[in-house]
């Protein structure tokens, strides 16, 4: 949490349109009105691996405009924390998290819009870009991309399967003791599974004209997702086999590390484990159902916000839109924990080093932004509840359909 000292001194940028990070100058990060050896104090939440690569970025920052600078590591349950922080007035001027919190924070008045200038985001990927937009505002700025990708142990499956059903046979040629890790558990996991739902004709939430999720339009309980666990059950535990309440989200790399599965569903997150553990890998898109829509992930973005409570906000814009938005900070939060950046000039210079990257992008070219809507809360638990349930064995109609009924209510 925040220390309880007070900030020393007001600032006097005030935000206009343009944003105190909209000058000309947008390449010098340091330079806007808001940068003129202001006395204060600037207080950034991340988590623990970002926190220590944004130190030093902070602390020139913080030379530069002559204020403190503190970057506090925020290691659980970062939303519900900086939430109830910016409610007590005890909370960050900048926070670093998932862009789908965006609904959920601005419904709690916790972040303002972000005031990027027209170069500034021309220069960012614009499926990221469209992450962070709601309601037609931009309400952090991006710095990271991640979608879930078919990671396969090129010993064991030479060759990446084009549907799931090619992939359960490869497995079962491979004659590991798991034939697919994909996390499930006893509480399912939607984020790992919405890949084959969608893949299987499945959708949480209709989309409207301008291509935005609609919270009217709920697809579970649909016939659509019924169809779809359907199929999800061919896999399960009376099924293939493919899908286990045993693969957990404790051991699901773990189990493929170990080479007890040729197939791994997970994201840039598991990189590290595999190449500590020596293990020839190659990544593709998770395969769809044979004859179904493609299996498209969620795109995930991590991201700068900036609290609409916080105490130093025009130094807060300054920051968020001048430093986060170059080639430097972008590849040292990329070499902190390997994903995608945001910022194509990071993107470009990272790139050729790490193969990996373009692999989980392309892996990623059917996604979709993970909802930010804040009625997306309301599906996570009775909808994995339900996956757990059908993968074990339940009736998929009856299970699916329960599901989208509480989460109806739910969202009533």
């Known amino acids: 949490m925040r220390p309880a000292a007070g900030v020393a001194a007001a600032l006097t940028c005030a935000l206009a349109l343009a ?39 902070a602390e020139k920052f913080g030379r530069e405009n002559g204020v ?21 007035g005890s909370g960050p001027d900048v926070m670093v998290g998932a862009h789908d919190w965006i609904g959920n924070l601005v419904q709690n008045g916790a972040v303002d819009p972000v005031q990027l200038s027209a170069d500034q985001t021309a220069g960012l990927n614009p499926n990221a870009l469209k992450a962070v937009t709601f309601n037609g505002q931009t309400y952090g700025v991006p710095y990271a991309m991640e979608n879930l990708a078919l990671i396969r142990n090129t010993d064991l499956a030479p060759k990446a399967p084009a549907t799931i059903e090619e992939l359960v046979a490869e497995a079962g040629k491979a004659k590991t003791p798991e034939k697919l890790c994909l ?32 919270p009217k339009d709920l697809g579970v309980g649909r016939p659509e997702s019924v169809a779809a666990f359907k199929k999800i059950a061919t896999l399960g535990e009376k099924g293939s086999g493919a899908l286990k309440r045993s693969i957990t989200p404790e051991n699901s790399i773990a189990t493929f590390t170990s080479k007890k599965c040729a197939f791994l569903v997970s994201g840039p997150w598991a ?29 995930g973005v991590q991201t700068f916000y900036v609290a609409s409570k916080g105490k130093n906000k025009a130094l807060a814009q300054e920051f968020v839109t001048n430093y986060v938005t170059t080639p430097e900070l972008a590849v040292a939060l990329y070499q902190a924990e390997p ?58 109609a009856t299970t699916i359909t329960a599901a989208g009924r509480t989460i109806a209510a739910a969202i009533k």
């Not at 000309?24 to 690569?53: F, M, Y």
């Not at 290691?75 to 007590?88: E, G, I």
Request: hydrophobic content about 35%; proline content about 8%.
């Open 19 to 57: 944003g105190c990070g909209g000058s000309d100058d947008t390449d010098s990060p340091g330079t806007g009105p808001s940068a003129q050896q202001q006395q204060g104090e600037l207080v950034i939440w991340a988590d623990d691996k970002r926190s220590a690569a944004l130190q030093p970025f």
């Open 271 to 299: 990189i590290t484990d595999v190449k500590k553990a020596n293990i020839k890998y190659d990544i593709s898109a998770v395969p769809g159902f044979q004859g179904g829509q493609p299996a498209r992930p969620f795109l």
């Open 339 to 396: 994903r995608p950046p945001a910022l194509t000039a990071a993107f470009d210079q990272v790139k050729g080093k790490d193969a990996d990257l373009e692999k989980f992008v392309a892996a990623g070219k059917d996604g979709r932004p993970l909802p930010a809507v804040p009625e997306m809360a309301a599906i996570w638990d009775p909808f994995g509840k339900a996956e757990a349930a059908v993968v074990g064995g339940a009736d998929p």
């Open 183 to 214: 996390q499930v558990g006893q509480n399912g996991d939607a984020y790992h599974l919405y890949p084959l739902y969608s893949s299987a004709g499945g959708y949480l939430f209709g989309t409207s004209a301008d291509g935005d999720y609609d």
């Open 68 to 88: 403190t600078v503190k970057v506090q590591a925020i290691s659980k349950d970062q939303q519900t924390t900086f939430v109830t922080a910016s409610q007590q």
